[in-house]
T-cell receptor, first 111, second 112 residues
Framework: NAGVTQTPKFQVLKTGQSMTLQCAQDMNHEYMSWYRQDPGMGLRLIHYSVGAGITDQGEVPNGYNVSRSTTEDFPLRLLSAAPSQTSVYFCATSGVQETQYFGPGTRLLVL | KNQVEQSPQSLIILEGKNCTLQ??????????LRWYKQDTGRGPVSLTI???SENTKSNGRYTATLDADTKQSSLHITASQLSDSASYICVVFRLSNYQLIWGAGTKLIIKP
C-alpha cells in the first residue's frame, strides 16, 4: 500500500519550460488537492478535485493546470515556469470531509 | 483576508513542559476543524479532526478543544518531547465549496 506518491522528488527548470508533477494514490479517495509551500510559509491551495472529471481552483491557481481523468491520478502542469513558482509542492488526498494524507512533496527550483 | 488565525507565530519551551496553541477562525459554513503537525521538509500529518458538535479530542499527548460558538480552537501538548518540534497548523473545512482553509501555523521549538 503506497498511499500517496509524488514524482519527481526534485526538479530544476529554466524559465519558460513546462513540466508535469505527478500525484497518485491507491486509497480510492475522492478528494485530491495540490498545495505549494514557500520557505517559512504556510500551505496554499492551488487546485483541487472532488472526484474524477471534476476540478476547481484554489487560492493560487494562475500558471497551473490540472485534470482528473481517474480516481487515482491528479497531475499538476506548469505551463511556462517562472522563478516565482520555485516552491515545494504537496499533493494530498482524502475522503470528502475526512483526514487528508499528504505525499512526500516535490521540490521545484526555477532558474 | 485571513480566515484562520493562529497564535503565537512561534514558541520555544523546555522539554517536559506543557504548551497551548491557539486558533481563531471566521470560516463559514463550518464543517470540521483539523490540527496538523508538519516536520521540516515533510508533508503535514493529521493530529485531530473535530466536527462542530465535538468539544475536545485527544491523540496521545495532544488534546484539541473547540468552541464553535466563539470560533476558537486550541491544541494542548502535554509533557513535551524533542520530537514535538515542528509547525502546528489549524485547518478549517468549508463545506460550501469543499475547501480546506489553512492557518499559517505555529512553529514550536522544544529545547533540552
Amino acid at each position: 500500500n503506497a498511499g500517496v506518491t509524488q514524482t519527481p522528488k526534485f526538479q530544476v527548470l529554466k524559465t519558460g519550460q513546462s513540466m508535469t508533477l505527478q500525484c497518485a494514490q491507491d486509497m480510492n479517495h475522492e478528494y485530491m488537492s495540490w498545495y505549494r509551500q514557500d520557505p517559512g510559509m504556510g500551505l496554499r491551495l492551488i487546485h483541487y478535485s472532488v472526484g474524477a472529471g471534476i476540478t476547481d481552483q484554489g487560492e493560487v491557481p494562475n500558471g497551473y493546470n490540472v485534470s482528473r481523468s481517474t480516481t487515482e491520478d491528479f497531475p499538476l502542469r506548469l505551463l511556462s515556469a517562472a522563478p516565482s513558482q520555485t516552491s515545494v509542492y504537496f499533493c494530498a488526498t482524502s475522503g470528502v470531509q475526512e483526514t487528508q494524507y499528504f505525499g512526500p512533496g516535490t521540490r521545484l527550483l526555477v532558474l | 483576508k485571513n480566515q484562520v488565525e493562529q497564535s503565537p507565530q512561534s514558541l520555544i519551551i523546555l522539554e517536559g513542559k506543557n504548551c497551548t496553541l491557539q486558533c481563531n477562525y471566521t470560516v463559514s459554513p463550518f464543517s470540521n476543524l483539523r490540527w496538523y503537525k508538519q516536520d521540516t521538509g515533510r508533508g503535514p500529518v493529521s493530529l485531530t479532526i473535530m466536527t462542530f458538535s465535538e468539544n475536545t479530542k485527544s491523540n496521545g499527548r495532544y488534546t484539541a478543544t473547540l468552541d464553535a460558538d466563539t470560533k476558537q480552537s486550541s491544541l494542548h501538548i502535554t509533557a513535551s518531547q524533542l520530537s514535538d518540534s515542528a509547525s502546528y497548523i489549524c485547518v478549517v473545512f468549508r463545506l460550501s465549496n469543499y475547501q480546506l482553509i489553512w492557518g499559517a501555523g505555529t512553529k514550536l521549538i522544544i529545547k533540552p
